[in-house]
């Protein structure tokens, strides 16, 4: 029988770190200016005014405290309010692709693998650069695997989607040794002049190793994957080649992201915890036979709800780490980053990683400690 690994993972982290206060400062000047400019219309009723943000806001609501970001100058200047990048011609190596590389080093690193043993490579992430060529075929190209590699978008549950993926193609007998890589890019299509938006997201990329018949010496052994969609507008990006085609004059704030969070709440929470209940009930494990639960970092309180669903109120909080609060929402990232930090894990324990998010979309994968 091969069973089937996730053998090393790797994170690559922007240099730019911005906190609360910095960003508040920044939102609030911009909503001053914009009062300021639109002061005639705001007083004839034909324009709300905006309102300010408070850091104290941002913890109460979110628990996220600072986040990393790809660029910060630009980002803080209220008259742009966005991250700038240089731009690249063809010939070179793409920011993605470039950041993919190097998470994907650090997990074939930790895995005691080199480029040469992997026969496939999967991009998913949130949002990807660009339509094509695919990025996952340039990183399996600057990395010099041979084999197939192709992109995926799943929203926020892209990485588990992918990592479900690589474990099918290993399992179908399509490859033996896949890296699964998220750039998730979030400063890119994060409206940061929107209050309830403007602190959820910051900028990250990992990569996981999926591998048969694993040698690692920090392997975790794929026990089930558990997956399930259901379609809704509350968490929505427009952003898409066929914005200039159609006949509409679009606001930069129609086409980034956004999302209704109490009907997201309401209506994902519940959804995430059965799944895991009828995944577990499969194997015929109750909750507290999961040693830990790294589970998508969206928002605290969503966390703290499937794990008080799972476990009760009272539960050491080392059974579901949180990293929310130092790299804020990196879509289909955080759940990986949780498990590259926290798995600790003796042979034998079980852990799940677990993400949530835009689609909906939920996936749900059952290790084990070997």
């Known amino acids: 029988m091969n069973d089937i690994y996730i053998s090393g993972t790797g994170i690559w982290t922007p240099p730019h770190k911005v906190s609360n206060d910095e960003l508040v400062e920044s939102f609030n000047k911009y909503v001053d200016l914009y009062n300021s400019d639109h002061a005639e219309s705001i007083k004839e009723g034909s324009l709300e005014a905006l309102v300010h943000s408070s850091s104290e806001f941002i913890v109460k609501a979110s628990g996220i405290k600072q986040r990393y970001v790809i660029e910060k100058e630009s980002l803080l200047d209220p008259m742009h309010m966005k991250p700038y990048i240089k731009a690249r ?38 949002n990807l650069q660009r339509a094509y060529p695919a990025v996952a075929i340039e990183i399996q190209n600057e990395l010099g695997i041979e084999g197939f590699a192709y992109d995926m978008m799943v929203g926020c549950s892209a990485s588990t989607f992918g990592i479900s993926n690589a474990y099918c193609d290993i399992k179908a007998g399509k490859s033996s040794k896949v890296l699964v890589i998220s750039p998730e890019i979030t400063s890119g299509h994060n409206n940061f002049k929107n209050r309830d938006g403007h602190f959820i997201f910051g900028d990250i990329c990992t990569a996981v190793v999926i591998e048969k018949n694993s040698q690692s010496k920090n392997k975790f052994k794929i026990l089930d994957t558990k997956l399930k969609t259901s379609f809704s507008n509350n968490i929505r990006n427009n952003y898409g080649y066929m914005n200039a085609i159609e006949d509409k004059e679009y606001s930069e704030s129609e086409l980034l992201f956004v999302q209704n969070g109490r009907k997201v709440f309401k209506e994902v929470m519940p959804f995430v915890s059965s799944l895991i209940l009828d995944q ?91």
């Open 89 to 126: 011609n063809d010939e070179e190596l793409s920011f993605t692709a470039e950041v993919g590389v190097i998470a994907a080093k650090q997990a074939l690193n930790n895995a005691d693998l080199d480029p040469s043993d992997i026969d496939a490579v999967i991009v998913s992430a949130a």
């Open 280 to 370: 577990l009930n499969a194997y015929s494990l109750s909750p507290d036979e999961i040693e830990q639960y790294w589970l998508h970092q969206a928002n605290i309180n969503m966390n703290s709800y499937v794990i008080k669903k799972l476990l009760g109120d009272d539960f050491p909080p080392e059974r579901a780490p949180i990293i929310l609060d130092e790299y804020a929402n990196t879509s289909s990232a955080g759940s990986i980053i949780a498990f590259h930090k926290f798995n600790h894990l003796t042979p034998g324990q079980k852990g799940i990683i677990c993400s949530f998010g835009a689609g909906y979309s939920i996936c749900s994968i059952l290790l084990e400690k070997e």
